[in-house]
């Protein structure tokens, strides 16, 4: 039997699963350096150390251990099938008969980085940027199309002392998809607790990089708050109608709201001159979504818009207005309908982004 036990980013994230297979084992085989961490679980077990770059090695040994009617258990750092050991092993496995084998997922790099910087995850990939064994062009492909496909990216391995053109291909990558404000998190595992930061790419450097380091791309609607990264998913937080909101908005179905500004409004401009004031009052209220620029008032249970100007854009009115005008039946449809009209705010920001504005 070969355990392949992902041990997780440190001692406090192993999971019970990891343990118990560690305690079963006979055998202990992996990289010197994960080995290490665990050595007050391995008393009176057979340990092997291997060097970087012995994986192949380490997995033949396990399999020859096996045969030989051992229990091993093959060690990975983070998840074993993120990078790690099951995928040499199964590589290899095939050449035997009858070999056992289980997996024992572990907390990965993206997950440990994504606890310690908030919440940055919705949809991502996690692409590595070592070309030991795959060619540059391979990575920056992936890269591109992950990237514009407007997804959370998690980058293993960015750089080390002898290869760093891949992180300036990734880099490079990131100005021309994402522009010089795209948000770029480094979480840095060579300290204790590591440590994190938060940059736009165009103030990431090589010097603040490291082997030890996972970094998170966000996504155009991710942003920072309280020097956390959050990605909003769009969930519906349910509120009254305000009683002008919903004068302005049986206005709007009766077809009495003007496009563009409203410069007869006593009010007008709020925000700024030539502001779109179609959706004076939001009809998305209260999103709780801060990339566009509104935020709690704390301890208020309140949702403050004064600094979201995304909704009074000209481009963004065009993208919302027609279709508000298809969902909207009756004003009670601003809160019946939330979700609806949530995910039609998405599709619009995405198209334009406040950030581009």
């Known amino acids: 039997m070969i355990n392949v036990v992902g041990i997780g980013q440190n001692r406090d994230n192993i999971t019970l699963g990891a343990l118990k297979a560690i305690e079963e084992s006979d055998v ?23 060097g970087m770059g012995d994986e192949i090695s380490r997995a033949e040994l396990a399999i020859e251990k096996s045969i030989n009617g051992e229990t091993v258990s093959l060690i990975s750092s983070g998840d074993p099938g993120v990078f790690g050991m099951a995928n040499v092993l199964y590589q290899i496995v095939s050449k035997y ?8 997922p572990g907390v990965s790099a993206l997950n440990y980085a994504s606890s310690k910087l908030g919440a940055p995850l919705h949809d991502f990939a996690a692409i590595s940027l070592s070309n030991i064994l795959t060619p540059l062009s391979e990575i920056e492909k992936k890269l591109r199309y992950a990237l514009e496909g407007d997804l ?59 082997m030890s380091c996972t970094l998170i791309v966000g996504n155009d609607l991710t942003y920072v708050q309280n020097n956390k990264l959050i990605t909003p998913r769009g969930y519906v937080i349910r509120s009254n109608i305000h009683e002008l909101s919903k004068q302005h908005y049986e206005k709007f179905l009766n077809g009495e709201i003007p496009k ?9 401009p709020c925000h700024y001159d030539g502001q779109c004031c179609d959706f004076c ?74 950030t581009d504005l």
Not at 165 to 184: M, S, Y
Not at 313 to 322: G, Q, T
Not at 332 to 339: A, H, I, M, V
Request: charged fraction near 35%.
């Open 281 to 354: 009052y939001c009809p998305f209220y209260p999103c709780g979504d801060s990339s566009t620029g509104g935020e709690w008032i704390k301890g208020k249970n309140v949702w403050n818009c004064k600094e979201c100007m995304w909704l009074h854009d000209e481009e963004v009115v065009n993208c919302l207005r027609e279709p508000i005008e298809d969902i909207l039946d009756e004003v009670d449809d601003l809160k019946s309908k939330k979700k609806t009209l949530l995910k039609l705010r998405r599709a619009c920001l995405l198209n334009n982004n406040p």
């Open 97 to 104: 008969d009858d070999i056992d084998i289980k997996v024992y």
């Open 152 to 210: 959370i990216v998690a980058i293993y391995n960015p750089i080390s002392k002898t290869r760093k053109e891949p992180f300036r291909r990734f880099k490079k990558c990131v100005l021309e998809c994402k522009g010089e404000n795209a948000l770029i998190a480094i979480v840095d595992s060579t300290y204790e607790p590591a440590k994190e930061t938060i940059v736009k790419v165009k103030d990431l450097t090589e010097d603040i990089v490291n």
């Open 28 to 50: 202990i085989i992996g990289y010197k350096k994960y080995i290490n961490q665990i050595d007050d679980l391995i008393e009176g077990k057979e340990v092997i150390k291997k």
């Open 260 to 268: 563009g500004p409203n410069r007869d409004c006593e009010f007008y």
